[in-house]
């Protein structure tokens, strides 16, 4: 009997005018983008926490700590590659990624593959095993106000 784990990610950053908004990898037009240490991919992030939550490997800022000027302004996808190395070497392989982000703009749909596409690349795994959907807040709270982003993934694992 294979052994399968499964992991919950969550992560939020602020919007700020004038600055790039970075989602799975790819870089979207729009008036703000998500601030933070890294290039601020929320999607990425979120990947990345349910991943290391599967594996009992900790959290993203454990491992990439705001506080190390290695991992400022990185791309979040080698910030995922390494995820992915360290769960290899406790012989653990991605099953599937499924992901939603909140966001009231822009719209992320034309997008997706793009995206799916990005993280797979990083992942080491098919595409076709990355789900990646959007909501809005429908107006409501520091999301529906466009203040800042959220995404939440969950993940599921298998031991080689």
Known sequence: MTKIKVGFGFDVHQLKEKHPFILGGVN??????????????VLVHAICDALLGAANLRDIGFHFSNKDERWKGIS????LQHV???????????????????LEAPKINPHIPRMKANIAKAAGIAEDDISIKATTNEQ??????EEGVVAYAVCLIEKI
Request: glycine share 14%.
């Open 28 to 41: 979207l037009e729009h008036h703000s983008g998500a601030f933070g240490h890294s290039d601020a991919d």
């Open 84 to 102: 992915v190395k360290l769960l290899g070497e406790k012989n653990w392989r991605i099953g599937n990624i499924d992901a939603m982000v909140c």
């Open 76 to 79: 979040s996808l080698v910030l």
């Open 140 to 145: 409501l709270g520091f999301i529906g106000r």
